[in-house]
C-alpha cells in the first residue's frame, strides 16, 4: 500500500511538470473551471429568487449540496477524465500490454496515472463550501464531520466503480467513449437535491443510477437530514459496485487479445 501512494506522489509531480509546460493553457483551464463555479452559483441565487426552498431543501442546504457537488465534479476531472478516458485507446493500440506486463496492479496504473491537478481550486473552493453550509446548518460537529467525511466516500467510490465498469466494456467493445459522456449527462443532476425531480427521475437517479447516493446523500449528511437506512445503503452499495467492478475488470483482463500481436 506504501508503495501505491509512493507511485501516487511521482504520478502528481509528473503531471504538474507536464501541465506547467503550458502554462498559459494551465492558467486559463483555472480561469475556466472557477467560471463555471460562478455559473452554477449564480444558477442556484437565480432560483432561490423565485422560491424559499427546492424539493423540500433551504437556500444553505443547496449550497452545501453544490459544495458536495464541486468536490465530485472535481475528483472526476482530476482523476476519471484523464485515465479511464484512455482505456478503449490503451486497448485499441495494443498500449495495455504495457500496464498489464508491469509488476503492479494494471487496473492503479490505468485508473490514477494522469491527474489534472488544475482542478485542485474547484476541489478546495467545493470544501470551503461544504464547511460553510455545515457551520450555518449547525451540523459542523465531529460526529456529522465524520458521517459526511464517509458517505463523500462513499459517493467517490460509486463514480469510479460505475464509470470504471461502463470503460470496461472497452474490451469487447472497443469504442466507448460516448458511455461516459452519457453518464456524465446524468451526473449533471447531481448539483440539485433529488426531491426536487418527479418520481420517475428520483427512482432513476436512486436505483438505476444512483447519483443521489453521490451528492444528495452526502449533502443530507452534511445538513443533519440523513436517515440511518440511507447511510447503511450508501456503504453498502458502494462495496457492492467495487468488488462488482473488480470482478468485470478480472473477466476482461481474462479475454484479452492484445491488438499488437
Not at 507511485?7 to 503531471?15: E, K, P, T
Request: hydrophobic share 55%.
Amino acid at each position: 500500500m506504501r508503495r501505491y501512494f509512493k507511485l501516487l506522489g511521482i504520478f502528481a509531480g509528473n503531471s504538474l511538470q507536464l501541465e506547467l509546460e503550458y502554462r498559459g493553457n494551465f492558467v486559463l483551464n483555472i480561469f475556466n473551471s472557477l467560471i463555471a463555479t460562478a455559473m452554477g452559483l449564480l444558477i442556484i441565487v437565480t432560483m432561490f429568487g423565485n422560491t424559499a426552498s427546492l424539493g423540500g431543501w433551504t437556500f444553505i442546504e443547496v449550497l452545501t449540496l453544490y459544495g458536495i457537488f464541486m468536490i465530485m465534479e472535481a475528483l472526476i476531472d482530476i482523476l476519471l477524465y484523464p485515465n479511464l478516458n484512455r482505456v478503449p485507446e490503451y486497448i485499441r493500440t495494443g498500449a495495455m500490454d504495457f500496464f498489464l506486463l508491469k509488476p503492479i496492479s494494471a487496473r492503479f496504473l490505468v485508473s490514477f496515472r494522469y491527474l489534472r491537478v488544475w482542478m485542485l481550486p474547484q476541489l478546495i473552493l467545493g470544501l470551503g463550501l461544504l464547511l460553510y453550509g455545515m457551520t450555518q446548518t449547525g451540523g459542523l460537529s465531529l460526529t456529522s464531520l465524520l458521517l459526511t467525511g464517509v458517505m463523500l466516500s462513499c459517493g467517490a467510490v460509486l463514480i469510479y466503480a460505475i464509470w470504471f465498469m461502463l470503460i470496461t466494456t472497452a474490451f469487447w467493445l472497443v469504442k466507448v467513449e460516448n458511455i461516459s459522456e452519457l453518464f456524465n449527462a446524468f451526473f449533471q443532476a447531481g448539483r440539485f437535491p433529488v426531491s426536487a425531480f418527479p418520481n420517475w427521475a428520483r427512482l432513476l437517479l436512486t436505483i438505476v443510477i444512483p447519483i443521489a447516493f453521490v451528492t444528495t446523500v452526502p449533502a443530507s449528511a452534511a445538513v443533519g437530514r440523513l436517515e440511518p437506512g440511507l447511510a447503511l445503503a450508501g456503504i453498502g452499495l458502494a462495496a457492492l459496485l467495487l468488488l462488482a467492478s473488480h470482478t468485470f475488470w478480472r473477466l476482461a483482463v481474462a479475454n484479452y487479445t492484445s491488438a499488437s500481436s
